[in-house]
């Protein structure tokens, strides 16, 4: 897996991501992850499947105009790329769990594997190493630390526990769009 971690105060949104890539066994595999990525109005970053992810890229996906349509748009995506993990009791996107940022309003969402999509007001973090950035992210929330260092230090604090989170680190601000 990986890890992933958004934040949102009052002074805007930032999601930061590890850049590992590893196989279920746990093998480090020597590509480029790219976990995070702009498509139209929205800034995601996922774990899990890389094909998972890779199949909402811009190039393969139009991200639907309203946010809450965002899970069945997901759904037609991974059916039509064959990406669908499906159980006797849970339908998946390939085991991802998404951070979205809407530009357009400043809000900030995760879709995880069931496709629940649940708005977030503060902070979240998904993948192996969530445990280990929530507490980082909970315990720097009193101190004075800018965001961007808040959401680097977890992900250090992720890859130091996790196994397959690792650097480099990308920490994205969130820009929203003007009305």
């Known amino acids: 897996m990986s890890t992933v971690v958004g934040l949102?105060?009052?002074?805007?949104?930032?999601?930061?991501?590890?850049?590992?890539?590893?196989?279920?066994?746990g093998e480090v595999r020597p590509?480029?992850?790219?976990k995070i990525f702009n498509n139209g109005p929205y800034i995601i970053a996922f774990i899990g499947s890389a094909r998972g992810g890779q199949i909402i890229f811009p190039e393969f996906f139009t991200p639907p105009e309203k946010v809450c349509d965002w899970p069945d748009a997901l759904i037609n995506q991974c059916e039509e790329k064959r990406c669908l993990a499906t159980g006797e009791q849970q339908t998946s996107v390939m085991l991802c769990n998404f951070v979205i940022a809407d530009r357009r309003d400043g809000k900030l969402y995760e879709i995880l594997i069931d496709f629940?999509?649940?708005?977030?007001?503060?902070?979240?973090?998904?993948?192996?190493?969530?445990?280990f950035a929530y507490g980082?992210?909970?315990?720097?929330?009193?101190?004075?630390i800018n965001e961007d260092k808040r959401v680097l230090m977890a992900l250090k604090s992720a890859s130091k526990f996790d196994a397959v989170t690792g650097g480099p680190f990308i920490v994205k601000k969130v820009d929203v769009l003007s009305k």
């Open 8 to 25: 949102k105060t009052q002074k805007g949104i930032w999601i930061g991501c590890d850049t590992r890539a590893s196989t279920e066994d």
């Open 31 to 34: 590509i480029i992850g790219k």
């Open 116 to 131: 629940q999509m649940n708005e977030i007001d503060g902070i979240t973090a998904v993948g192996s190493g969530a445990p």
């Open 136 to 144: 980082s992210l909970y315990t720097t929330k009193e101190l004075n």
